[in-house]
């Protein structure tokens, strides 16, 4: 099959640009000494998580139970669930889960450790947990040490529930960043202080193995802070234009594009393409730094034309002197490429022109 043969709109991966994304997120960690354990919502796909783990990765992380069922049953065996896992039915699924892979989770509060606790206590297995910082993004997490020690407390009371270390998701760096210096000083402050809460609970004589980060706008830096042991960045696979508007990504770092086919030129400078809300997602932009890049996507073979709106099924352009005929067809990088990617059922894998695989986005809309 040919990627003429695709019919539109559809995901492709150009598999070169993913393996030198692998390579080099591989290459960053091992270079800062860390453990690399991607986040898989970018994906949603076992067989790219196999790809990562086969490129050195100790595990990957996932948002939802659902995900972690998902690459469990794909076979996939260290799974960090990186969120709290609030409700009997869901603490009881966590729980069968852990009996097929090494699963675990985050906690922030005492009430999530004690239902966890009865959760394991019921099947007589145990869990590790890390303990969710705050170090800016104002989430879930904790920021205050007496907070901290509290959930240590409960997990030491606690008979099946272990303390694997400290957490962190240091995505809030690239809001409002004004330049990579801006990025630098952000993530590593970030990292820092997850390092001064380890140090204080460990001269509590609290053990702590495990400080783990992630946020990939952040991920050149944060790993330089000494005493971090892993990350957990995600849109480093594919990239998208956030990254680009960052400066950390260029169209050939983008590894996904959404295919797309000009359906109606209504009116001179106006093209309409059949990708709408429901296969690029409509979010706009987050304001970078490093070039201009306005509307719904970004265009690889029309540069100049600018995705002024979205309806479900349309993608309305505004083509500012580009030309693009009724039955071209288009790829364009997603804004953010995770929720673009979870509108899809599969994704189109392509070497050289050929379509080389093609991989079921197996835990797309596992929002449970
Ligand atoms: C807890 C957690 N870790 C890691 C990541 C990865 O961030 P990114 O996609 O920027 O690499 C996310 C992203 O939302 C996250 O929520």
Redesign the pocket.
Known sequence: MTKENIDTPALLVDAPALERNLEAMQRLADGFGLALRP?A??HKSPALARLQIEAGARGI?V?KVGEAEVMAEAGLEDILI?NQVIGETKLDRLVRLAERARTAILVDGVEGVQALEQALARRGLEMEVMIEVDTGKRRCGLERLEDILDVVRAIEKARHVRLRGLET?E?HVADGARSAEDLRTRAQAAGQRLVEVAEALRDRGIEIRELSV????AAPYTGAVPGLTEM?????VFNDVNQMAIGQATPSDCALSVLATVMSRPAPGRAVLDAGSKSLFAERVRPGFAGEYSGFGFIREAPGAVISSLSEEHAVVDLNGEALRVGDRVKIIPNHV?PCVNLHEETYVVRGGEVVDVWPIAARGKVR
């Open positions: 986040h919502k970018t992380t948002a990186a998701h995505g992630g946020s990939t706008p957990r960045p995600g849109t480093y995770c």
